[in-house]
């Protein structure tokens, strides 16, 4: 195989393993390109290749996508396959049979590779509303954000990061992994969402306060319920946050307002003189909705600049969305 062509078939399993681990849509994989490539090679080589990165992985294989998506994906592959050879593959069959047999869950599993070599794992719902919330699932302003830490570590090492609507947890898993923080405190108002994060800290090998971490690398992570309508600043001076961050919390009016209130309430809390630095994540889906935002900040008397955006994707999302990252200065 050429140099060329084997950067070119390793890029492609790249992108299928990326893609499948966290359970991306199906028609954001580079269909085309296997099909081309299937079309020049005379043998299944290939396509076993792409089931070892994908469903047989071995983060798949302890923590599995939901049933339903690895069911369509076997079965996309089986087309692709089909179209090209007339000779079955078994092992495709055979992973899809064992599928067939499994029973749906209500939730699966999405995992991200980190430069690192590690990687996290979140248990997410399998409905984008589950539960009356949509912190159940990962947004692309998560990744985005995570993205840019890990690029930026220095910001986060050393320091105690609280993180406003953490969801399912993926931007402060990622910091707690790669930018080692002296202490992470995830927080959530609804119930259900709390739950879930506490669920995917312990499974990333990260331990809760009162546990002692015998990892001396290791943050102290807890999980705060944090509800921003009736937050006081006594509450939040407690943290002693030295950064605060939020990802795609920006959704509707309320929420812009209610988070305002609370952004007010922190710079109030002075540690050493010195109010926390601040980063907000967003996806620029309605212009208006952010018009509105910093137009609360300038009203709040929060300053307010565009961090430049970062070229490397590390992870896989919309790479047609517009996203931002606003550094505040309370």
């Given at each position: 195989?050429?140099?060329?062509?084997s950067?070119?078939?390793?890029?492609?399993?790249?992108?299928?393993?990326?893609?499948?681990?966290?359970?991306?849509?199906?028609?954001?994989f580079?269909?085309?390109?296997?099909?081309?490539?299937?079309?020049n090679?005379?043998?299944?080589?290939?396509?076993?290749?792409?089931?070892?990165?994908?469903?047989?992985?071995?983060?798949?294989?302890?923590?599995?996508?939901?049933?339903?998506?690895?069911?369509?994906?076997?079965?996309?592959?089986?087309k692709?396959?089909?179209?090209?050879?007339?000779?079955?593959?078994?092992?495709?069959?055979?992973?899809?049979?064992?599928?067939?047999?499994?029973k749906?869950?209500?939730?699966?599993?999405?995992?991200?590779?980190l430069?690192?070599?590690d990687?996290?794992?979140?248990?997410?719902?399998?409905?984008?509303?589950?539960?009356?919330?949509?912190?159940?699932?990962?947004?692309?302003?998560a990744?985005?954000?995570?993205?840019?830490?890990?690029?930026?570590?220095?910001?986060f090492?050393?320091?105690?990061?609280?993180?406003?609507?953490?969801?399912?947890?993926?931007?402060?898993?990622?910091?707690?992994?790669?930018?080692h923080?002296?202490?992470?405190?995830?927080?959530?108002?609804?119930?259900?969402?709390?739950e879930?994060?506490?669920?995917?800290?312990?499974?990333?090998?990260?331990?809760?306060?009162?546990?002692?971490?015998?990892?001396?690398?290791?943050?102290?992570?807890?999980?705060a319920?944090?509800?921003?309508?009736?937050?006081?600043?006594?509450?939040?001076?407690?943290f002693?946050?030295?950064?605060?961050?939020?990802?795609?919390?920006?959704?509707?009016?309320?929420?812009?307002?209610?988070?305002?209130?609370?952004?007010?309430?922190?710079?109030?809390?002075l540690?050493?003189?010195?109010?926390?630095?601040?980063?907000?994540?967003?996806?620029?889906?309605?212009?208006?909705?952010c018009?509105?935002?910093?137009t609360?900040?300038?009203?709040?008397?929060?300053r307010?600049?565009?961090?430049?955006?970062?070229?490397?994707?590390?992870?896989?999302?919309?790479?047609?969305?517009?996203?931002?990252?606003?550094?505040?200065?309370?």
């Open positions: 195989m050429a140099p060329e062509e950067a070119g078939t390793e890029g492609l399993l790249r992108s299928f393993e990326r893609r499948f681990l966290a359970a991306r849509a199906l028609c954001s580079p269909w085309q390109s296997l099909e081309e490539k299937l079309r090679s005379s043998d299944s080589e290939l396509l076993m290749d792409i089931l070892q990165k994908t469903v047989k992985h071995p983060l798949c294989v302890r923590h599995p996508p939901a049933v339903k998506y690895v069911r369509c994906f076997l079965s996309e592959l089986i692709k396959h089909e179209a090209v050879h007339t000779e079955p593959l078994d092992e495709l069959y055979e992973a899809l049979a064992e599928v067939l047999t499994t749906e869950s209500i939730q699966g599993h999405r995992s991200y590779l430069p690192s070599g990687s996290v794992t979140l248990s997410e719902s399998t409905a984008i509303v589950s539960h009356g919330t949509t912190g159940l699932v990962t947004w692309d302003a990744l985005y954000l995570a993205e840019w830490a890990i690029e930026n570590p220095a910001a090492t050393h320091r105690i990061v609280l993180e406003l609507g953490s969801g399912a947890g993926l931007t402060g898993l990622a910091i707690c992994k790669t930018c923080p002296r202490a992470y405190i995830f927080s959530d108002y609804h119930s259900r969402v709390l879930q994060l506490r669920g995917n800290v312990l499974l990333n090998g990260l331990l809760l306060e009162p546990g002692i971490t015998t990892n001396s690398e290791s943050p102290r992570v807890t999980v319920h944090l509800d921003w309508d009736v937050v006081t600043i006594s509450q939040l001076s407690a002693q946050p030295d950064v605060v961050i939020a990802a795609d919390v920006l959704y509707c009016p309320e929420v812009i307002l209610s988070l305002v209130k609370v952004l007010q309430y922190l710079s109030s809390c540690k050493d003189q010195r109010t926390p630095d601040v980063f907000v994540a967003f996806t620029i889906r309605n212009p208006e909705t018009q509105l935002f910093t609360k900040l300038g009203q709040a008397g929060i307010w600049e565009a961090v430049p955006p970062h070229n490397r994707k590390l992870f896989p999302y919309d790479e047609h969305s517009e996203m931002a990252i606003l550094q505040l200065t309370l």
